[in-house]
Every structure is written in structure tokens, then in C-alpha cells.
Nanobody, 120 residues
Framework: QVQLVESGGGLVQPGGSLRLSCAAS????????MVWYRQAPGKERELVAG???????NYADSVKGRFTVSRDNARNTVYLQMNTLKPEDTAVYYC??????????????WGQGTQVTVSS
């Protein structure tokens, strides 16, 4: 069993910053890609940013230059630093982790989601 615990969401004013965390624990052999998605009300879930085990990153065009994804492999944790937040960044943010578990089986897990609200 693997658990993902997200934290760091909240209410912030436009132009503000937040840092999200997603920590994986349990029967993990190796974590591969770690990805952040978000889903706004009435919209489909979209990829925000991802990072490979080696540290290569990719971002949605809408967040490039404002968001930074990083990871700590020793802590099995992925972070999303969000700066210069805009009202359109308001959504539930989910982490998605691709890993190999202790039974050497590839699996994909989702976090429980954390609400980010950008409003004055």
C-alpha cells in the first residue's frame, strides 16, 4: 500500500504565493514521474507541471515562469512553488505519482487534492 498526502493549499490574494507538497509513503521501491494536475469547477483536469526522477521538468504554458516543480527523492516528496498567482489558478490541485512498489509492480497513485483559491 502507498499513501499520498498533499498539503499547502489555501486562500491567497492575486499576486501572492503558495507552496504545495505531496509526500508518498508505504511500500515503495522507486518513484518515477511526479506530476501536478488541477481541476477548476466545470473544467476538465489539466496537467500543471511534472518532474522526472532525474529532475527534468515540464510545465503548462499557463504557468511557465510562475510555477516551479521540484522533488526530494530522499523524502519521496514533490513540491509546487506557485508565485504571482492569478484568479484563474483557482482549482483543486492533485499530485500524481508513477512508481514501482515493493512487489516490483508499476502503479499510479493520486493524492486527495488540495484547494487553492486566489481571490481578493
Amino acid at each position: 500500500q502507498v499513501q499520498l498526502v498533499e498539503s499547502g493549499g489555501g486562500l491567497v490574494q492575486p499576486g501572492g504565493s503558495l507552496r504545495l507538497s505531496c509526500a508518498a509513503s508505504g511500500s515503495i521501491f522507486r518513484i518515477n514521474d511526479m506530476v501536478w494536475y488541477r481541476q477548476a469547477p466545470g473544467k476538465e483536469r489539466e496537467l500543471v507541471a511534472g518532474i522526472t526522477r532525474g529532475g527534468s521538468t515540464n510545465y503548462a504554458d499557463s504557468v511557465k515562469g510562475r510555477f516551479t516543480v521540484s522533488r526530494d527523492n530522499a523524502r519521496n516528496t514533490v513540491y509546487l512553488q506557485m508565485n504571482t498567482l492569478k484568479p484563474e489558478d483557482t482549482a483543486v490541485y492533485y499530485c500524481n505519482v508513477n512508481l514501482v512498489d515493493s512487489a516490483l509492480t508499476y502503479r499510479v497513485y493520486w493524492g486527495q487534492g488540495t484547494q487553492v483559491t486566489v481571490s481578493s
